[in-house]
């Protein structure tokens, strides 16, 4: 089993930043490609970024390239999202997810995921 926790999350203007953390517990943290995904109020939960066990693969939605960052830390068992230019429409709870994957390989799909954190809720206001 891989523990997960975000952290980070707030409120803060459109325009602003935030780095959301996810700490990860239970095994070895640098087997696991890792992930980020969103879900705002009544609607599905979505692919925000992927990163691969290395963290040299990187992977964006296309809404949020130029704006986020996604890093890793395997000392630190720790996945990073750094979120500038913050908009209204990126206000959800946002996930961190580890899934199985080979080194070089950044997985973009819920299924792929075996873990998942509890949420943090970011919120930007206009």
């Known amino acids: 089993q891989v523990q997960l926790v975000e952290s980070g999350g707030g409120l803060v203007q459109a325009g602003g930043s935030l780095r959301l953390s996810c700490a990860a517990s239970?095994?070895?943290?640098?087997?696991?490609?890792m992930g980020w995904f969103r879900q705002a109020p009544g609607k599905e939960r979505e692919f925000v970024a992927a990163?691969?066990?290395?963290?040299?693969?990187?992977y964006y939605r296309d809404s949020v390239k130029g704006r986020f960052t996604i890093s890793r830390d395997n000392a630190k068992n720790t996945v990073y999202l750094q979120m500038n230019t913050l908009k209204p429409e990126d206000t959800a709870v946002y996930y961190c997810?580890?899934?199985?994957?080979?080194?070089?390989?950044?997985?973009?799909?819920?299924?792929?995921?075996?873990?998942w954190g509890q949420g943090t809720q970011v919120t930007v206001s206009s």
């Open positions: 990163i691969s066990r290395s963290g040299i693969g990187t």
């Open positions: 239970g095994r070895t943290f640098s087997n696991y490609a």
């Open positions: 997810a580890a899934g199985a994957a080979a080194w070089v390989v950044v997985i973009t799909t819920t299924p792929q995921y075996d873990y």
